[in-house]
């Protein structure tokens, strides 16, 4: 039970408090938390979501003898990338990778090899370290 007066306590989080929601509620805001840390990203192409538009249309085509179609309304939409968990097996190593990789990059990887790719990655990773 919440108690009143919540953001006076001392230890103020904007997540869930063990202190005042129990360590079920702290469990489920750090899962949360989560999903905006390990984003939807290609771990080989890079691809992410976008966002766009979704369209609300009505009316009749001109090439249906229409007026032509009107747009009514806009919703803000995101699009996210096709992206598949993949364990492939890494030779140079001797062990199996696990990747989020959307087709194109499976493509890159069936086409130069996984050694070349993952070469890339890790180089890829290294800078962004720095």
Known sequence: MRKAGFRSTPFFCPFFCLRDYGAIWYILAIINLMRFIMTRLCEVTGKRPVT???????????????????????TKRRFNPNLKKKRIWFGDENRFVTLR???????????????????????????EAK
Do not use: E
Not at 58 to 64: H, L, Q, T, V
Not at 101 to 127: E, F, H, Y
């Open 52 to 74: 766009g538009y979704k369209y609300c249309i009505r009316g009749i085509a001109k090439k249906k003898k229409g007026i032509g179609l009107k747009v009514t309304g806009k």
């Open 101 to 127: 990789l959307s087709p194109a990059a499976m493509r890159t990887i069936d086409k130069n090899g996984i050694s070349s790719v993952m070469r890339q990655v890790r180089a890829k990773a290294k800078a």
